[in-house]
């Protein structure tokens, strides 16, 4: 059993949800999400079933941040994002982002498919430009970008 560490698992629900989640509101989270507090001496350790449900309770609270769920419905969203292709597609990028927490370093021409992996959000390599240009950047499609550079731009695409 693949386990994560809870830290990671809150940056990137962080990253789901478009903003900062403050430590109240990520024990609010594995309550519902019916996660055990984590024991002192151990620290924080999630399993992939734990993530996927912290990551769609994410997901919806960012469709609806001042609604209350419940674990049953965090559950039947995971069984309806399974059922649909683009929604299916979603839950597979944002649950395998905990797993693939060192970003590797890539080129322009394959920024849109890293960030969409890391994401989960489908990106145009036209809005890559319009992003670049609008921060006083320059994109290219021959450049390789760092994992600092790729933190950058998915900085960028939550703002």
């Not at 109240?24 to 999630?46: D, S, Y």
């Not at 769609?56 to 419905?73: G, S």
């Not at 927490?101 to 036209?126: A, F, M, S």
């Amino acid at each position: 059993m693949l386990l994560l560490p809870g830290h990671e698992v809150m940056e990137k629900c962080a990253l789901v949800y478009g903003r900062a989640i403050s430590d109240r509101t990520w024990r609010t989270w594995k309550r519902v999400c019916e996660i055990p507090a984590a024991h002192p001496h151990v620290g924080e350790w999630l399993t992939e079933f734990q993530t996927k449900c912290l990551l769609v309770l994410a997901y919806l609270k960012k469709q609806n941040p001042w609604k209350h769920y419940t674990y049953e419905q965090v559950l039947v969203t995971m069984a309806k994002l399974r059922r649909k292709k683009e929604q299916a597609k979603f839950l597979d990028a944002i649950a395998e982002t905990p797993v693939n927490t060192l970003v590797q370093p890539c080129y322009g021409r394959d920024l849109h498919k890293t960030l969409e992996r890391l994401t989960g959000c489908d990106i145009n390599p036209r809005r890559l430009y319009r992003i670049a240009e609008r921060h006083g950047q320059k994109f290219s499609k021959a450049k390789q970008y760092s994992t600092k550079q790729i933190n950058w731009w998915i900085e960028k695409l939550g703002a």
